[in-house]
């Protein structure tokens, strides 16, 4: 995860871009279709990719994602550690209970991270569309959205976002751009690729985070 929020952490900052005017009228169709849900309950298996291993880094759990609290990001297997992405902090929770909070003096820019998450799991098009050039494929019951950096600086780091779903988002790809590896030399573009899958599912919508999600939240201001 703390590679996850790192790679969102590149475009976090990035200057904002308008969507394409063919694909404002479905991005909003999806958009409010998703916005409906207050909560989201799901299974999540993330496959990081990484160029220096033969293996992608698995891990498994929970979301829970709220839109006045936002994102409980429980790790399970291989590994147990919760992360709370609020509007205002980032909260890590070790498996024995101990919480270690970031504000936003603690760690510029770690807010904007969690705002894009956010953006990424409730469609929040407006955020969405404002950062990326924007191609959709579909309608509001099956749907594709490609997410294209177009600031050069950018574009460095980060190829693209690939999302996809129906009522709820289900798929969330990020496509890296090869850097410098671990040695500070330049690899080839094709062997130093990485990217991040996350495959939801089971997705289940609520009114109210309930009574243990809401003390995983405490601490972390949400929205009036």
Same mark, same amino acid.
């Given at each position: ?13 990035? /200057? ?27 299974? &999540? ?28 990001? !429980? ?25 270690? #909070? ?9 807010? !904007? ?18 950062? $990326? ?10 749907? #594709? ?22 009522? $709820? ?6 496509? #890296? ?12 573009? #094709? ?17 109210? /985070? ?6 995983? &939240? ?7």
């Amino acid at each position: 995860m703390r590679r996850l929020i790192l790679s969102l952490l590149l475009f976090a900052a990035a /200057p904002l871009q308008a969507a394409a005017p063919a694909d404002a009228d479905t991005l909003a169709r999806i958009g409010a279709q998703i916005e409906q849900h207050a909560v989201v309950r799901a299974e &999540f298996t993330q496959s990081k990719r990484m160029a220096a291993l033969k293996r992608p880094l698995v891990t498994t759990g929970h979301l829970v994602f709220s839109r006045r609290h936002g994102v409980l990001w !429980q790790i399970e297997q291989p590994y147990r550690i919760t992360y709370v992405l609020g509007e205002e902090r980032i909260v890590e929770i070790a498996a024995d209970g101990t919480r270690r #909070e970031r504000g936003l003096r603690d760690v510029p820019g770690m807010a !904007q991270v969690g705002r894009v998450f956010r953006a990424l799991l409730g469609a929040n098009t407006a955020a969405l569309g404002e950062t $990326f050039t924007v191609v959709v494929r579909g309608d509001p019951d099956k749907w #594709e959205i490609d997410l294209k950096p177009r600031q050069a600086q950018l574009a460095q780091f980060l190829s693209g976002l690939h999302l996809s779903g129906g009522r $709820f988002v289900e798929s969330i790809r990020i496509d #890296e751009n090869g850097g410098a590896g671990e040695t500070g030399q330049q690899g080839s573009k #094709e062997n130093s690729k990485d990217s991040t899958q996350i495959r939801l599912r089971n997705a289940q919508s609520a009114e109210a /985070p309930n009574a243990d999600e809401l003390q995983l &939240f405490g601490g972390v201001a949400g929205k009036p």
